[in-house]
């Protein structure tokens, strides 16, 4: 069954390091999203591609947080420099276009900030 | 702006007993509805999905159904097991076209 895969599962950082998280859609969705999702909190998006495009990015913090899919599949979302309010989930989703919005879900990136 | 609204949890139930997870719902259009089912350590997967007035979405044992006059798509389940332990997500996406937007999420605990 085809998934989305992230990477890492876990990461540690120190706060004012940089950090990147890699998410990989299921083939053929044209449509990816990143969510945040803080302890005890549903997923709030960051960011959301149609293709390699930012379809919406009005809640990602531009000045730390940055999101890329250059090539229209795989995608990298950085933060740098991390805080330790940037401690959480980090979820990859995709979808197979912008009005079927059944979105799957990748296991998560879980990043603390220390 | 629209916005999902979850009952608080957790909620905690005996093996068996009957479920339920109260969501309404605000949309500016007319959106899909959606529960996700969140185990621990793990990503969202889809539990199920209704997308126009009154239908029912069904998975697992869980149902759902739309409800636009009340603005709601409560979780139900007849008879849960531990195996149903987990948080529970209501969501929407307005008119089908927008990402989702997720409730705070309900943390359900089944003993035997």
């Known amino acids: 069954e085809a998934e989305v895969a992230q990477s890492p599962r876990y990461k540690i950082t120190e706060k004012s390091q940089a950090v990147a998280f890699w998410c990989d859609p299921i083939?053929?969705?044209?449509?990816l999203y990143w969510y945040r999702q803080i302890l005890g909190q549903g997923p709030e998006l960051l960011v959301q591609?149609?293709?390699?495009?930012?379809?919406?990015d009005s809640q990602l913090p531009k000045d730390r947080f940055s999101a890329e899919r250059l090539k229209g599949v795989d995608s990298t979302l950085k933060i740098q420099p991390a805080e330790l309010g940037d401690s959480a989930m980090y979820l990859c989703?995709?979808?197979?276009?912008?009005?079927?919005?059944?979105?799957?879900f990748g296991q998560g990136t879980r990043l603390t900030v220390v | 702006g629209n916005s999902v609204t979850q009952m608080e949890g957790p909620v905690t139930l005996s093996e068996e007993a009957f479920l339920t997870i109260n969501c309404t719902y605000t949309?500016?259009?007319?959106?899909?509805l959606f529960w996700y089912v969140q185990y621990p350590g793990e990503g969202l997967q889809l539990l199920l999905k209704?997308?126009?007035?009154?239908d029912k979405g069904s998975n697992k044992g869980f149902e759902a159904t739309y409800r636009k006059e009340t603005t709601s798509f409560h979780l139900e389940k007849g008879s849960v097991q531990v195996s149903d332990s987990a948080v529970y997500f209501c969501?929407?996406?307005?008119?089908?076209?927008?990402?989702?937007?997720f409730g705070k999420g309900t943390r359900l605990s089944v003993i035997a």
């Open positions: 989703a995709s979808s197979f276009d912008r009005v079927n919005t059944e979105a799957f």
């Open positions: 083939s053929g969705h044209a449509t």
């Open positions: 591609f149609q293709d390699e495009s930012v379809v919406d």
């Open positions: 949309a500016t259009g007319y959106p899909s």
């Open positions: 209704a997308t126009k007035a009154d």
């Open positions: 969501a929407l996406s307005d008119s089908g076209n927008t990402p989702l937007v």
